[in-house]
């Protein structure tokens, strides 16, 4: 056997990678599959964003940069911190990551220490507890039941907090719940946090402007006197101005944790891609990016509206209403028990196995997520497809037995 590092043990196979390649084989093989996978929006990057990348490469930003990135990068984005989230990051208080992913896991590397507890909600997006792990730390899954439309109380957070607990992890809007805590739920779970002198809090607000419902967003580092100091707050290009390919995020938070995750980063990938920076701060700083932004909300709040409604019409199925990010996420568990042809459904790994081979419908399975009971849709999709898609997911549920 070839002899690999324990900490790959660490981390679990995707499930959702298998149901994500199964319809992508599918697809290769000429078969008409609506996929409900996609983590990404289904927009391009703004025209003028792609035009700075053009023009910082004949600029010859092509070499090495500061390891946070370059002081107009680091500039922009405090001044979005503090314009958008009345957050008074200095500007060496903040640095740059590949992607939201790679600061978060920047961060867990440069705080945890074996056996450090994170509080976690669930459902939670797939790579936390992984990221977690690997940094040696021990996940406590607090969880968000669908009667309180998946957001934790007060009163668990509290529940879950111990003498280990090091850092509590919040995410809202949300992967994969859809959901959002409006400001006066998140300064309620803030109290809990102010309370507890030693924990710190990773604030995840990479959907931030993809709110809908006229929900109002607001800073967890800003509801409390005491969590500036003790929160860091990511966020990212991936998923507002459409550049997930682009590996652009950012981490606002005190100057210790940021200098010690420089420190990391500096031995790890040096920075961020160079021709990407100028124009990630174009896309904070020129009026078109919020505009952009405001068009794409526009277009997913539309169809968030449109796949709740549709999905609330399937018999046995319930629904919460999103608020947030671009996911429906259906329990789908009145169906445990039946059979789809040869595939008897128990869990929703095998509903999702079951819809993609005989309805050629992707959706995520929300195993990963802490929640076997329900399925993960995407609407960074067109309505035409959301319709077909959803035709079928009725079609089929009418068949199980
Ligand atoms: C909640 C959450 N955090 C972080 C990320 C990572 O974002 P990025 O693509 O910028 O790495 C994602 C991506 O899906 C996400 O859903």
Same mark, same amino acid.
């Given at each position: 056997m070839f002899p690999l590092a324990?900490?790959?043990? *660490?981390?679990s196979e995707s499930i959702t990678l298998a149901v994500t390649a199964k319809a992508a084989a599918m697809k290769k093989a000429g078969i008409d599959v609506v996929g409900f996978? %996609?983590?990404?929006?289904d927009f391009d990057t703004p025209g003028f964003i792609k035009d700075a990348a053009k023009a910082a490469l004949d600029k010859g930003q092509t070499k090495y940069t500061p390891t946070p990135c370059y002081p107009e990068l680091r500039a922009a984005i405090a001044q979005k911190f503090n314009r958008d989230n009345g957050l008074a990051y200095k500007p060496e208080q903040i640095t740059t990551g590949a992607g939201g992913k790679h600061c978060l896991y920047m961060a867990f590397m440069a705080i945890l220490n074996p056996g450090d507890e994170v509080v976690l909600p669930s459902?939670? $997006?797939?790579s936390y507890p992984e990221q977690i792990k690997l940094a040696g730390g021990v996940v406590r899954v607090v969880r968000g039941e669908e009667s309180n439309g998946f957001k934790i109380t007060p009163k668990q957070l509290a529940e879950a907090i111990?003498?280990?607990?090091k850092i509590f992890v919040i995410n809202s809007?949300?992967?994969?719940?859809g959901h959002a805590y409006n400001p006066a739920e998140l300064k309620a779970l803030a109290e809990v946090v102010a309370a507890h002198p030693n924990l710190l809090v990773f604030s995840?607000?990479?959907?931030?402007? *993809?709110?809908?419902?006229?929900l109002e967003f607001a800073s967890?580092?800003?509801?409390?006197?005491? *969590?500036f100091e003790r929160t860091l707050t990511f966020n990212c290009h991936s998923k507002s101005f459409a550049?997930?390919? $682009?590996?652009v995020g950012y981490i606002g938070g005190p100057q210790v944790a940021i200098d010690a995750i420089n420190k990391l980063q500096s031995q790890m990938t040096?920075?961020?891609?160079?021709?990407t920076q100028i124009p990630a701060a174009l896309a904070l700083t020129d009026p078109r990016g919020a505009e952009s932004i405001a068009a794409m909300r526009d277009q997913f709040e539309w169809r968030a509206q449109h796949m709740w409604q549709r999905l609330s019409t399937l018999p046995k199925i319930t629904v919460v209403h999103p608020q947030g990010a671009f996911y429906c996420f259906p329990n789908?568990? %009145?169906?445990?028990?039946?059979? %789809?042809g040869a595939i008897r459904i128990t869990d929703a790994v095998s509903f999702s196995a079951a819809l993609l081979e005989q309805a050629h419908v992707a959706v995520v399975p929300g195993n990963d997520c802490g929640f076997d009971t329900h399925v993960r849709l995407s609407f960074a999709t067109s309505l035409g497809q959301i319709d077909k898609g959803i035709d079928r997911i009725a079609g089929f549920l009418k068949k199980l037995g």
């Open positions: 324990d900490r790959v043990r *660490l981390v996978g %996609a983590g990404e929006p459902p939670y $997006w797939v111990t003498p280990r607990s809007p949300s992967n994969p719940g995840d607000e990479i959907y931030e402007k *993809l709110i809908y419902n006229g967890f580092a800003g509801l409390h006197p005491d *969590l550049m997930t390919g $682009w590996r040096s920075h961020i891609t160079s021709f789908i568990s %009145a169906y445990f028990g039946t059979s %789809a």
